[in-house]
């Protein structure tokens, strides 16, 4: 079973910055896609970004793009999310994902595993 845990979420002032990080264990594959979705009460996941087994390739929702970059390390079976110029509707519980498949995609149904997600407060 892969596992993966994030961590780096906390509060922070609006225009500040914030990186998360999530740690996979268990039989995890780094040939596939990985991807960040967040969550905020009431709403539905929505995707954030995602990235290339290599890193070579990634995707961003037009809310961040321009604002966060997302990265992974493979060899620390590693995924970031740099999170800059923090807004309040920022605010949500971050997921990060494996994808069932190697290509990239935004369609939350195509991943499998999930992390169990840490809190981002942005305030005003």
């Known amino acids: 079973q892969v596992q993966l845990e994030e961590s780096g979420g906390g509060l922070v002032q609006a225009g500040g910055s914030l990186r998360l990080s999530c740690a996979a264990s268990?039989?995890?594959?780094?040939?596939?896609?990985m991807g960040w979705f967040r969550q905020a009460p009431g709403k539905e996941r929505e995707f954030v970004a995602a990235?290339?087994?290599?890193?070579?390739?990634?995707l961003y929702a037009d809310s961040v793009t321009g604002r966060f970059t997302v990265s992974r390390d493979n060899t620390k079976t590693t995924l970031y999310l740099q999170m800059n110029s923090l807004k309040p509707e920022d605010t949500a519980v971050y997921y990060c994902?494996?994808?069932?498949?190697?290509?990239?995609?935004?369609?939350?149904?195509?991943?499998?595993?999930w992390g169990q997600g840490t809190q981002v407060t942005v305030s005003s």
């Open positions: 994902a494996q994808s069932r498949m190697v290509l990239l995609t935004r369609d939350a149904s195509r991943y499998n595993y």
């Open positions: 990235i290339m087994w290599d890193g070579g390739s990634t």
């Open positions: 268990g039989r995890t594959f780094s040939s596939y896609a």
